[in-house]
């Protein structure tokens, strides 16, 4: 994707008052074009929804602010001793108003959904487009509003469900909206989403069909569970099991309704860049794609650095549990993220998502190195590496929607039927670590899956989430593994600076 954006994203930006890149905006709103003079050709269209995309890889969202926001709070990584406050806010579960990490983040998710909000006002006005290719870009404005709406209630609850282009400043001052407005709305724009985009796979980078049908799947199981579990702000559900229904619905017609996505078989492979980002048949979805020829951190990703150790060059035999096997250079990082113990002790020892998926020895002009989860140079994830990096440079998509999590959220759904068992097995099966255990309840089964998604989807955003949706943050993050949670536990505070600046805010 990145190759053909960049032709677009220049003439898109004109008139447009939001910056990109590290900055943050010091003013709102979070990003106007003018309607007026702008979205006049299929050539304007095709801009817009570019521009739209290139939120997603940008450092204060998937190249590196979403994980430090949901993978820090977890018992799956801390972060280095001179980090900045707010990952020691997120990491201790303290979190407040200030958080600067929050801060940025919120703003990236508004960001987007101005520029989702741009592409679906005034797209399907475009003359001179052929209908499939107006439906195409106004369902792909659909599907990225819904997923910044999606992380944003997930991560701070109720919050303003903003839908409209902003042409004047006064605007600007909305109030927050209840949780189930905010999931009515998501589940309107992915429908919305799923009856425009009719294409199983488009190009890299780009939303398909088969992602808008994954993430609201995700969307009714999230509700779902939430309900199930007690977890707070979802007394508005009504029925659980009708929506376990919907997400089994929606997750079934990409299991068994599409080929362009399956899982694949070596885990290796999963996360090869030559492999995902070229094969027929790929386990990626839908990802924040990037490119290491780009011109700008954003076009290019650094967050395979957060992960590696500092230390010095590694090199790492390409498949851990074959020696022998092709050996790759992958560098060296940042140090900045840390594997925790609690993550990594939670593996069986024949777990190949452990074996060959976290790196727990190097080489090093010829001399090997062992990883200590106890010490600074810890084992570290494999899944976001590019042995043909240029610089810190990387091409090393971060993943938003892999056939796993769908066929895991399949799983879920289904309860312990005959299906459930046979989705979960699959993945168990890659694992190497053999069936589950059959015979069990339903709340049993469902436990099991959420564990196997804590293992099977580890590093990638997911389990934060996981836990808020079962209402198990106590339960496992204090009970099991001995953190103090004294704010923050199933959303976040809304930042102070959007608290500020729009008197509407409660």
């Not at 925790?340 to 074996?355: I, L, M, Q, W």
């Not at 989807?457 to 389990?463: D, I, K, M, P, V």
């Amino acid at each position: 994707m990145k190759k053909f954006a960049y032709r677009y994203i220049l003439p898109a930006m004109l008139g447009v008052s939001t910056l990109v890149g590290c900055s943050k905006l010091d003013e709102q709103p979070y990003g106007m074009i003018n309607s007026q003079t702008y979205y006049k050709t299929a050539d304007d269209a095709r801009a817009a929804i570019i521009y739209a995309y290139s939120i997603l890889p940008e450092v204060g969202y998937y190249s590196r602010g979403y994980y430090i926001i949901t993978e820090l709070p977890t018992e799956n990584l801390t972060q280095k001793g001179d980090a900045g406050v707010g990952n020691f806010e997120l990491d201790e579960l303290r979190t407040t108003s200030t958080n600067p990490d929050l801060d940025n983040i919120w703003t990236y998710m508004y960001r987007g959904i101005a520029r989702a909000n741009a592409v679906i006002a005034n797209v399907p006005k475009i003359p001179g487009m052929t209908d499939a290719e107006r439906n195409q870009i106004t369902g792909e404005g659909y599907f990225l509003r819904a997923l910044h709406f999606f992380n944003l209630v997930r991560m701070f609850g109720e919050v303003p469900l903003r839908t409209t282009t902003i042409d004047d400043a006064s605007q600007i001052p909305i109030a927050k909206s209840p949780i189930k407005d905010v999931y009515t709305q998501i589940v309107s724009d992915l429908q919305a989403a799923d009856s425009l985009i009719t294409q199983s796979r488009i190009s890299e980078g780009r939303a398909n069909q088969p992602a808008a049908e994954g993430l609201l799947a995700k969307v009714y199981l999230h509700l779902a569970s939430s309900k199930a579990s007690g977890s707070p702000g979802y007394d508005f559900v009504t029925n659980p099991d009708e929506l376990y229904a919907q997400a089994k619905l929606y997750a079934e017609k990409v299991v068994a309704g599409q080929s362009a996505f399956a899982l694949t078989p070596a885990l290796p492979d999963i996360f090869n860049i030559d492999i995902y980002k070229k094969a027929a048949v790929t386990e990626h979805i839908f990802d924040a794609a990037v490119d290491r020829s780009g011109d700008r951190e954003g076009s290019f990703s650094k967050l395979p650095n957060m992960f590696l150790p500092a230390d010095r060059p590694m090199t790492i035999a390409y498949n851990q549990l074959k020696p022998d096997s092709v050996k790759i250079d992958i560098g060296q990082g940042w140090g900045h993220f840390r594997t925790e113990s609690g993550v990594y002790f939670s593996y069986a020892d024949n777990d190949r998502r452990k074996t060959q998926l976290i790196v727990s020895s190097y080489t090093n002009n010829g001399q090997t190195y062992q990883l200590d989860i106890s010490s600074s140079s810890r084992p570290f994830t494999r899944k976001f590496i590019d042995p043909a990096r240029i610089g810190d440079a990387t091409s090393a998509n971060s993943p938003i929607i892999r056939y796993s999590d769908i066929l895991l959220t399949y799983a879920e759904a289904c309860g312990p039927t005959a299906d459930g068992y046979a989705a979960v097995n699959k993945i168990r099966a890659r694992a190497g670590i053999g069936d589950l255990q059959p015979g069990l309840s339903a709340a049993t089964f469902r436990n099991a899956v959420v564990q196997e998604r804590a293992w099977e989807l580890a590093f990638e955003g997911s389990r934060l989430f996981d836990l808020r949706r079962t209402n198990t943050m106590e339960k496992v993050l204090v009970q099991q593994y001995g953190k103090v949670i004294t704010s923050g536990a199933y959303f976040f505070p809304i930042p102070q600076r959007e608290l500020d600046t729009n008197p509407l805010m409660k």
